[in-house]
């Protein structure tokens, strides 16, 4: 079956930092392209981040570049996401999610249960 | 990175179809045929219903699709049934060779 749980959530105070993991099983993790979607409490979904199926290439929002990091470990089958400086706006739950192909541009068909990051003072 | 423009909420009886706007401009839903549409209920993960602007993953009923026209994509759901009230969401690649996804809609099957 294929799977994505993602780990590493939590309560952090504005400034702080977090590192988000998601662990990927049922395909070839390093043919895949990964991305990590976030959702607001009551909000809709904002694409963060993605990561090419090798990690030569990576990819980020306006609004976390300079300040996130996405990386994949291809022994591990495993995606992270290293957050610093955060914010109170960056309150969300984290998706991991995997892409059709080995670029982030096709679309996500399948997704993480997802894991609550809360940035509050 | 503006997010692009659906509606808000959209509603439709048993058995009717609706359609959902996606609206971005010649940089990201014109300029490429990735535009994707996600369906989401309350309180889950998001789930792919049709990606490359009007293909099914495998095991998505024939009831959910997709088209393009310029810098308009749109979702028709045809035979509208219970099971499909949920938040709906585009997305597209962009030139930017990031990902955008629209604000959302709220399906509700009255």
């Known amino acids: 079956e294929v799977q994505l749980l993602e780990s590493g959530g939590g309560l952090v105070q504005p400034g702080g930092s977090l590192r988000l993991s998601c662990a990927a099983s049922?395909?070839?993790?390093?043919?895949?392209?990964m991305s990590w979607v976030r959702q607001a409490p009551g909000k809709g979904l904002e694409w963060v981040s993605a990561i090419s199926n090798i990690g030569g290439s990576t990819f980020y929002a306006d609004s976390v570049k300079g300040r996130f990091i996405i990386s994949r470990d291809s022994s591990k089958d495993t995606l992270n996401l290293q957050m610093n400086s955060l914010r109170v706006e960056d309150t969300a739950v984290y998706y991991c999610?995997?892409?059709?192909?080995?670029?982030?541009?096709?679309?996500?068909?399948?997704w993480g249960q997802g894991t609550t990051v809360t940035v509050s003072s | 990175q503006s997010a692009l423009t659906q509606p808000a909420s959209v509603s439709g009886s048993p058995g009717q179809s609706i359609t959902i706007s996606c609206t971005g401009t010649s940089s990201d839903v014109g300029g490429y045929n990735y535009v994707s549409w996600y369906q989401q209920h309350p309180g889950k993960a998001p789930k792919l219903i049709v990606y490359d602007v009007s293909n099914r993953p495998s095991g998505v009923s024939n009831r959910f699709s997709g088209s393009k026209s310029g810098n308009t994509a749109s979702l028709t759901i045809s035979g509208l049934q219970a099971e499909d009230e949920a938040d709906y969401y585009c997305?597209?690649?962009?030139?930017?060779?990031?990902?955008?996804f629209g604000g959302g809609t709220k399906l509700t099957v009255l």
């Open positions: 999610a995997k892409a059709r192909g080995d670029r982030s541009s096709r679309g996500m068909d399948v």
């Open positions: 049922g395909f070839t993790f390093s043919s895949y392209a």
């Open positions: 997305s597209s690649y962009t030139s930017s060779s990031t990902v955008v």
